[in-house]
């Protein structure tokens, strides 16, 4: 669902760092990447957190920052890196068709999903997904930032990877 105001947001720390944004839009469709603060945002939400960097309209993203939990959960650190280094490929193909869908629209996507582990128990993912743009036109960075009742552990993975197979 794209979100036109901050309530449609659960609240908690993705509710806080979607007023945070909107706080710094200053009255501008979208802030700066310059003018946001990420350490303003809830400390658990760091490990967690992404920032892509828009390559030529869309045709690239690049990882400005990656969360050591990301770090853990994919078995590797990806800043620098582009989101087509993500594996497998089909969750690359997702993310991507996703962040061109932000990049274009120029307005935050939030994500509530039901992930169901091996062991059968279900857990919720929200994915909040937050533009920037110095010249409000052009999307230069987009923010990810999770939440999860789940352990990310042996079996979220999967279990993830399992939500692109879904419709939403």
Same mark, same amino acid.
């Given at each position: 669902?794209i979100?036109?105001?901050?309530?449609q947001i659960?609240?908690?720390?993705l509710r806080?760092?979607y007023?945070?944004?909107?706080?710094?839009?200053?009255?501008?469709v979208?802030?700066g990447?310059?003018?946001f603060?990420m350490?303003?945002?809830?400390?658990?939400?760091?490990?967690?957190?992404a920032?892509?960097d828009?390559?030529?309209?869309g045709?690239?993203?690049?990882y400005r920052y990656w969360?050591t939990?990301?770090?853990d959960?994919?078995?590797?650190d990806?800043?620098g890196?582009?989101?087509?280094q993500?594996?497998p490929?089909?969750y !690359?193909? =997702?993310?991507?068709?996703?962040?061109? $869908?932000i990049?274009?629209i120029?307005k935050? +996507?939030?994500?509530? #999903?039901q992930?169901?582990?091996v062991?059968?128990n279900?857990?919720?993912?929200q994915?909040?997904r937050?533009?920037?743009s110095s010249?409000?036109t052009?999307v230069e960075a987009?923010? !990810?930032? =999770?939440?999860t009742?789940?352990?990310? $552990?042996a079996?979220?993975k999967?279990?993830? +990877?399992?939500?692109? #197979?879904?419709p939403?």
């Open positions: 669902m979100v036109e105001s901050g309530l659960p609240g908690g720390n806080a760092a007023e945070m944004w909107d706080a710094h839009r200053s009255g501008r979208m802030p990447w310059r003018q603060p350490s303003g945002l809830a400390p658990k939400l760091l490990p967690i957190a920032v892509v828009v390559i030529g309209d045709r690239d993203f690049r969360g939990a990301l770090t959960l994919h078995g590797h990806l800043t890196g582009s989101v087509r993500i594996e490929e089909e !690359a193909a =997702s993310l991507i068709e996703i962040l061109r $869908r990049s274009k120029g935050p +996507l939030f994500m509530n #999903r992930l169901q582990l062991n059968g279900c857990h919720t993912l994915v909040l937050l533009p920037f010249d409000q052009n987009i923010m !990810a930032l =999770s939440h009742d789940a352990p990310m $552990r079996g979220f999967d279990a993830l +990877l399992q939500t692109i #197979r879904e939403e």
